[in-house]
């Protein structure tokens, strides 16, 4: 199957794990709020089963996102992020536009993500708060790659 692809500009969005740098969405992610500490052989796991998308200025990997998904009837969203220097030129906005828009993401019963800071940019998708808050449960356990 060939890769799911957008271009801008200097910038491509593509689905092509050949073209992204694990070096790099480990650098971020392993720092971000909801993943700190991660280990890379834990990336390079979570993005072999799931529908991921690069963000690429050129050959440098400035953005990500990953859906975990069956392709039919469920997504969950996550790890969505653009580096701070490129924040601020819409690139957020557009590499939603290329997750919604992936052939594999349409139809979906159920699309869920979980956010701390970025609900105006997912709202602009489609997403809104739960429906029945009180239906979804999870196990949850914060900082576990910090534990060591």
């Not at 997750?99 to 489609?126: I, N, S, W």
């Amino acid at each position: 199957m060939s890769a799911f692809e957008r271009h801008r500009e200097t910038f491509c969005i593509t689905t092509d794990q050949d073209a992204m740098d694990l070096d790099a969405i480990h650098a971020y992610l392993s720092r971000s709020y909801w993943s700190e500490g991660i280990p890379k052989d834990l990336v390079a796991k979570a993005m072999a089963g799931s529908l991921c998308f690069a963000l690429l200025d050129g050959a440098r990997q400035v953005g990500f996102a990953r859906a975990v998904t069956d392709r039919a009837t469920y997504a969950y969203l996550c790890d969505v992020y653009v580096l701070e220097e490129y924040r601020g030129q819409g690139l957020g906005g557009w590499l939603m536009e290329a997750v919604m828009a992936h052939p594999d993401l349409q139809g979906l019963r159920r699309f869920g993500l979980v956010t701390r800071d970025a609900h105006g940019l997912y709202e602009k998708c489609g997403f809104t708060p739960l429906n029945n808050p009180a239906g979804h449960m999870e196990i949850a356990r914060a900082g576990m790659y910090l534990r060591g």
